[in-house]
């Protein structure tokens, strides 16, 4: 092994030879680009390049930077490129549009000048590449136009002064068909016309540019004047004739018919008959050939006359004229006549052909340049104004065939909609701009869903509804994405509908199964619904089941509304075949259900009678059919005798109303002489107490369940308290204890125990009420419980009346009995009342009074409101004496002994309404 040893560097390295760094000198051209040279990215020297080409450096420079670039950055060099080429391109132009210059110059300057070479000229110089928006050829093209709008209109002139012409003609002819006396009225102003005609004609010819017309308008107006004068000259001449011969009856008549005949009768000279030639004997077959070719041909220029198409109508009248060639000696006069009018029609049809088409284009125009001149706020949109254009340049179309052209108005016509075409362009952008907007919107959507769908291939928590929620809002989103064209629409949709399904193919999968699960569940309620016995239990299970698949796998609303009416249908069946047994089986009326209804129909009769006793009556009689007792029937048909004469008795005479009292509290009858005198207290004598009926209320009371003892007085008990239970929470001793389960039905149709008589009755077997009985019997003891309250309201409110009258009259013979004052009177207090009436008045009822109104807890007057402080304040300090609800019964009779007052009066009846209220 050799040992290498290392030398000591810092003693044997050699020292390195340090080599100048040559410093980055700038480029020759860097000062002059503004640094394009030196700079370090592509974007920056393009931006320097494009801020030196605004500084217009010359050709050579620009020559020389994109020499040194062009090898170096392509990009910035395209910029000098462009330029170099545009400048090439310019020098170019010049050259072409000295040429074209000139040549419209030449046009210009000659006296002649032809549109359509004029027209050329600009194609042509618009091919070469001559540049027709700069100067001077924008010049030059704009006063070649105005040449010939000028050269059109003259020509356009002509055209109305031959029309204007054909006219005056027609005037004169219709001025020959009338009588001379009309036409030497419109003499003058139809010479007026004429003269105007002629000078008008003088000024075209006068025209600088008359020599550049076209070659046959000059002899177009020539001809127009010398139809004109000569219809004029030979019509001056029949008029003067025609008023000589009115003036001398030897002169010569006119040469116009119609003038002449009017002359000769003017004479009495006889009118000459008019001989015309008779028609050779035709056949019918020819003749009926010729009518039907002549009409046939005179329909169709008809039919082009009335659409107005001066071109069709030129041909239609053709074809017209060369069938009367044929066939006019064969047709009829009325036929021929109309034929005749046709052809006049339709030749000043195609003389006003061109001026009609004219007046239908200055109408465009006027629309076209309308439409960027709209009133405030009444702007167009951009689709609007593209339909308005589309429309407006098919109507030009259609014009265009109906006449010859006019470039004068198409030049307005298509400057205006190109003007307004602008709207149209950007709003084309701005909907090209957001349907790439809504392009991206849609792949970024679809990137979304297929990313959500990679994410979530089962529901979180098992939430279908969540996913299917989910699952829709996306869809909602896809349809809320904004507009795009048909064949981006066509681009985007199979990509959409290929995320959509593929995100919703755990939720089908899911969906399924939960079919299966349904179905093998409809086919389980069918078992059920089929089954001799409806088991409710089963069902409540199944639908319960029903329930959690639903809320757990939401389905298609229409399919999961087949399904659960495919579900529900069997078990309604089997609940409305139960329903139909149960109705056949009351229908079925047993005899104790029809001795019920016989009852509770005599219950109704008493309760319209308003007879208490009979009510009372008829509610005992309910209540033994109830009980099924043997004697039912019996005390049935004793209620209803007592009923009927209740009726009689209520019919025949008006009979005093019984007030009603308490079952539970007996009371003798006052031995009053005064009372007892009384006819109505003789009449209507209290009967035996009948037992306190009890509500027949479906489930939970028995009728036959009642106490043997009335309920011991003392305060009221709440609503919901057991009416059998006291302070000291003593129960019925024929019952079980409270913890005794009780597994009957709980109400009033089913074997009860009826302790009425006593605690050792044992269980009756009375057979179970049906449903109509049962209604029938609790209606009618709710409608009697009902009679006996407004019976009782009523008579109490009659014995507090005849008390008070009693009271202000001072008679003690007015003085109601002690059991129409109701139980809460004694018969020592209504003692104590009588003899208070029969005394003289005396002693002050003001204490009293507040005393009454202490005890029924009844607000006091104002003005009596410190005088019951005080006095409430003196009863703190006597503990032992009696409160005011002890001793109302003095306190009233204080008050009785005591002077009537109407306002002391109305306190004492409204403390008595309280007071005197039955419990």
């Given at each position: 092994?050799?040992h290498?040893?290392?030398?000591?560097?810092t003693?044997?390295?050699?020292?390195?030879t340090?080599?100048?760094?040559?410093?980055?000198?700038?480029?020759p051209?860097?000062?002059?680009?503004?640094?394009?040279?030196?700079?370090?990215?592509?974007?920056?020297r393009?931006?320097?390049?494009?801020?030196?080409?605004?500084c217009?450096?010359?050709v050579?420079?620009?020559q020389?930077?994109?020499?040194?670039?062009?090898?170096?950055?392509k990009?910035a060099?395209?910029?000098l490129?462009?330029r170099?080429?545009e400048?090439k391109?310019?020098?170019?132009?010049?050259?072409?549009a000295?040429e074209?210059?000139?040549?419209a110059?030449?046009?210009?300057?000659v006296?002649?000048?032809?549109?359509?070479?004029?027209?050329a000229?600009?194609r042509?110089?618009?091919?070469?590449?001559a540049?027709?928006?700069?100067?001077?050829?924008?010049?030059?093209?704009g006063?070649?136009?105005d040449?010939?709008?000028?050269i059109?209109?003259?020509?356009?002139?002509?055209?109305?002064?031959?029309?204007?012409?054909?006219?005056?003609?027609?005037?004169?002819?219709?001025?020959s068909?009338?009588?001379?006396?009309?036409?030497?009225a419109?003499?003058e102003?139809l010479?007026a016309?004429?003269?105007?005609w002629q000078?008008?004609?003088?000024?075209?010819?006068?025209?600088?540019?008359?020599?550049?017309?076209?070659?046959?308008?000059?002899?177009l107006?020539?001809?127009?004047?010398t139809q004109?004068?000569v219809?004029?000259?030979a019509?001056k001449?029949?008029?003067?004739q025609?008023c000589?011969?009115?003036?001398?009856a030897t002169?010569?008549l006119?040469?116009v018919p119609?003038?002449a005949?009017?002359?000769?009768?003017g004479?009495?000279?006889?009118?000459?008959?008019?001989?015309?030639?008779?028609?050779?004997?035709?056949?019918?077959?020819?003749?009926?050939?010729a009518?039907t070719?002549?009409r046939?041909?005179?329909?169709?220029l008809?039919q082009?006359?009335?659409?107005?198409?001066?071109?069709?109508s030129?041909?239609?009248?053709?074809?017209?004229r060369?069938?009367?060639?044929e066939?006019?000696?064969i047709?009829?006069?009325?036929l021929?006549?109309?034929?005749?009018?046709?052809?006049?029609?339709?030749?000043?049809?195609?003389?006003?052909?061109?001026?009609r088409?004219?007046?239908?284009?200055?109408?465009l125009?006027?629309?076209?340049?309308?439409l960027?001149?709209?009133?405030?706020?009444?702007?167009?949109?951009?689709?609007k104004?593209?339909?308005?254009?589309?429309?407006?340049?098919?109507q030009?179309k259609?014009?265009d065939?109906?006449?010859?052209?006019?470039?004068?108005?198409?030049?307005?016509?298509?400057?205006?909609c190109?003007?307004?075409?602008?709207?149209?362009?950007v709003?084309?952008e701005?909907?090209?701009a957001e349907?790439?907007?809504?392009?991206?919107q849609?792949?970024?959507l679809?990137?979304?869903?297929?990313?959500?769908?990679?994410?979530?291939?089962?529901?979180?928590?098992?939430d279908w509804?969540?996913?299917?929620?989910l699952?829709?809002?996306f869809?909602?989103?896809?349809?809320d994405a904004?507009?795009?064209?048909?064949?981006?629409?066509?681009?985007?949709?199979?990509l959409w509908?290929a995320?959509?399904?593929?995100?919703s193919?755990?939720?089908?999968?899911?969906?399924?199964?939960?079919?299966v699960?349904?179905?093998?569940?409809?086919e389980?309620?069918?078992?059920?619904g089929?089954?001799p016995t409806?088991?409710?239990?089963?069902?409540?299970?199944l639908?319960?089941?029903?329930?959690?698949?639903?809320h757990r796998v939401?389905?298609e609303?229409?399919?999961?509304?087949?399904?659960?009416?495919?579900?529900?249908?069997?078990i309604?069946?089997?609940?409305?075949?139960k329903?139909?047994?149960?109705?056949?089986?009351?229908?079925?009326?047993?005899?104790?259900?029809?001795?019920?209804?016989?009852?509770a129909?005599?219950?109704?009769?008493?309760?319209?009678?308003?007879?208490?006793q009979?009510?009372r009556?008829?509610?005992?009689?309910l209540?033994?059919?109830?009980?099924?007792?043997?004697?039912?029937?019996?005390?049935?048909q004793?209620?209803?005798?007592?009923?009927n004469?209740a009726?009689?008795?209520?019919?025949s005479?008006?009979?005093?109303v019984?007030?009603?009292?308490?079952s539970?509290?007996k009371?003798?009858?006052?031995p009053?002489?005064?009372?007892e005198?009384?006819p109505?207290?003789?009449v209507?004598?209290?009967?035996?107490?009948?037992?306190?009926?009890?509500?027949?209320?479906?489930?939970?009371?028995?009728?036959?369940?009642?106490?043997?003892e009335?309920?011991?007085i003392?305060?009221g008990?709440?609503?919901?308290?057991?009416?059998?239970?006291?302070?000291?929470g003593?129960?019925?001793?024929?019952?079980?204890?409270?913890?005794?389960?009780?597994?009957?039905?709980?109400d009033?149709?089913?074997?009860?125990r009826?302790v009425r008589?006593?605690?050792?009755?044992?269980?009756?077997d009375?057979p179970?009420?049906?449903?109509?009985?049962?209604?029938?019997?609790?209606?009618?003891?709710?409608h009697?419980?009902?009679?006996?309250?407004?019976?009782?309201?009523?008579?109490?409110?009659?014995?507090?009346?005849?008390l008070?009258?009693?009271?202000?009259q001072?008679?003690?013979?007015?003085?109601p009995?002690?059991?129409e004052?109701?139980?809460?009177?004694?018969?020592?207090?209504r003692?104590?009342?009588?003899k208070?009436?029969?005394?003289?008045?005396a002693g002050?009822?003001?204490v009293?009074?507040?005393?009454?109104?202490?005890?029924?807890?009844?607000?006091?007057p104002?003005?009596?409101?410190?005088?019951?402080?005080?006095?409430?304040?003196q009863?703190?300090?006597k503990?032992?004496?009696?409160?005011p609800?002890?001793?109302?019964?003095?306190?009233?009779?204080?008050?009785?002994?005591s002077?009537?007052?109407?306002?002391q009066?109305?306190r004492?009846?409204?403390v008595l309404?309280?007071?005197?209220?039955p419990?």
């Amino acid at each position: 092994m050799f040992h290498f040893s290392a030398p000591h560097k810092t003693a044997q390295a050699p020292e390195a030879t340090q080599i100048p760094v040559k410093a980055m000198e700038p480029h020759p051209l860097d000062a002059l680009t503004g640094g394009a040279f030196s700079a370090h990215t592509s974007s920056e020297r393009t931006a320097r390049i494009r801020d030196w080409l605004l500084c217009t450096p010359s050709v050579e420079q620009m020559q020389a930077v994109f020499k040194e670039l062009s090898g170096k950055d392509k990009g910035a060099a395209k910029l000098l490129r462009e330029r170099l080429d545009e400048i090439k391109r310019s020098k170019g132009q010049e050259s072409i549009a000295a040429e074209w210059a000139d040549k419209a110059r030449m046009l210009l300057e000659v006296a002649k000048l032809n549109i359509a070479d004029a027209m050329a000229w600009q194609r042509d110089a618009a091919k070469a590449g001559a540049p027709l928006s700069k100067e001077p050829l924008a010049t030059l093209k704009g006063q070649l136009g105005d040449r010939v709008k000028v050269i059109e209109d003259l020509q356009h002139r002509v055209q109305v002064q031959r029309e204007a012409a054909v006219l005056l003609a027609q005037r004169i002819e219709v001025l020959s068909t009338k009588s001379w006396r009309d036409a030497q009225a419109l003499m003058e102003a139809l010479h007026a016309d004429v003269e105007h005609w002629q000078a008008q004609a003088h000024v075209l010819l006068n025209d600088p540019n008359w020599p550049s017309v076209e070659a046959k308008f000059p002899s177009l107006l020539d001809t127009s004047r010398t139809q004109l004068l000569v219809v004029w000259e030979a019509f001056k001449g029949a008029l003067a004739q025609a008023c000589a011969a009115a003036d001398d009856a030897t002169a010569a008549l006119p040469p116009v018919p119609v003038w002449a005949e009017e002359l000769r009768a003017g004479r009495g000279l006889p009118v000459e008959a008019v001989i015309k030639p008779k028609r050779p004997v035709i056949d019918p077959e020819v003749k009926a050939k010729a009518v039907t070719a002549v009409r046939q041909v005179l329909a169709g220029l008809e039919q082009e006359i009335s659409e107005g198409h001066g071109k069709a109508s030129a041909g239609a009248a053709g074809a017209l004229r060369n069938v009367l060639k044929e066939y006019g000696k064969i047709i009829d006069d009325k036929l021929e006549q109309q034929a005749h009018a046709a052809l006049a029609a339709a030749g000043e049809l195609e003389g006003w052909q061109r001026w009609r088409a004219d007046q239908l284009r200055e109408e465009l125009v006027v629309k076209a340049e309308g439409l960027l001149h709209r009133p405030e706020g009444q702007a167009m949109g951009g689709r609007k104004m593209q339909e308005s254009l589309r429309a407006l340049r098919e109507q030009w179309k259609q014009t265009d065939q109906g006449g010859a052209p006019n470039h004068g108005l198409w030049k307005r016509f298509d400057d205006a909609c190109n003007e307004a075409h602008k709207v149209v362009e950007v709003w084309l952008e701005k909907v090209k701009a957001e349907s790439a907007e809504h392009r991206a919107q849609r792949l970024a959507l679809i990137e979304e869903v297929n990313a959500w769908a990679a994410d979530n291939t089962t529901a979180l928590d098992d939430d279908w509804k969540g996913f299917n929620r989910l699952l829709h809002q996306f869809g909602d989103r896809w349809r809320d994405a904004g507009h795009v064209g048909e064949k981006v629409f066509a681009e985007l949709q199979p990509l959409w509908k290929a995320a959509i399904n593929a995100a919703s193919a755990p939720l089908e999968l899911v969906q399924k199964s939960s079919l299966v699960t349904r179905q093998a569940m409809i086919e389980e309620a069918k078992v059920l619904g089929n089954a001799p016995t409806l088991r409710i239990d089963a069902v409540k299970a199944l639908q319960q089941r029903w329930q959690a698949e639903v809320h757990r796998v939401p389905m298609e609303r229409r399919q999961e509304q087949k399904l659960w009416d495919a579900f529900r249908k069997p078990i309604d069946d089997a609940f409305n075949r139960k329903t139909a047994e149960r109705q056949k089986a009351d229908a079925a009326l047993g005899e104790r259900d029809r001795t019920v209804l016989d009852a509770a129909k005599a219950l109704e009769a008493a309760n319209l009678t308003g007879d208490a006793q009979g009510i009372r009556s008829a509610m005992n009689a309910l209540d033994a059919a109830l009980r099924g007792q043997a004697q039912a029937k019996a005390a049935v048909q004793v209620a209803a005798t007592e009923v009927n004469t209740a009726v009689a008795a209520v019919e025949s005479s008006q009979a005093v109303v019984e007030p009603v009292a308490s079952s539970e509290t007996k009371e003798a009858v006052e031995p009053d002489a005064t009372a007892e005198s009384e006819p109505a207290a003789e009449v209507m004598a209290p009967p035996k107490p009948a037992p306190k009926p009890v509500v027949a209320v479906r489930g939970d009371d028995r009728p036959g369940m009642k106490k043997t003892e009335p309920a011991p007085i003392g305060r009221g008990s709440k609503f919901g308290d057991r009416k059998d239970s006291g302070r000291d929470g003593a129960r019925d001793k024929t019952r079980g204890p409270r913890d005794d389960k009780f597994t009957g039905r709980a109400d009033d149709r089913s074997p009860r125990r009826d302790v009425r008589d006593g605690a050792s009755a044992g269980w009756q077997d009375a057979p179970r009420l049906g449903d109509t009985a049962f209604r029938a019997q609790r209606d009618a003891v709710e409608h009697a419980q009902l009679a006996l309250r407004k019976l009782a309201a009523q008579a109490h409110g009659e014995a507090l009346t005849q008390l008070l009258a009693a009271w202000q009259q001072r008679d003690a013979g007015q003085m109601p009995s002690t059991q129409e004052l109701g139980s809460r009177v004694t018969p020592a207090t209504r003692n104590a009342w009588v003899k208070a009436l029969a005394q003289a008045p005396a002693g002050d009822a003001g204490v009293a009074l507040l005393r009454l109104e202490m005890a029924c807890e009844l607000p006091t007057p104002a003005e009596y409101l410190n005088a019951r402080r005080a006095l409430q304040l003196q009863l703190l300090t006597k503990r032992y004496d009696p409160p005011p609800a002890q001793t109302w019964g003095q306190d009233a009779a204080t008050v009785l002994a005591s002077g009537f007052e109407a306002g002391q009066a109305r306190r004492l009846q409204n403390v008595l309404k309280i007071l005197l209220k039955p419990n």
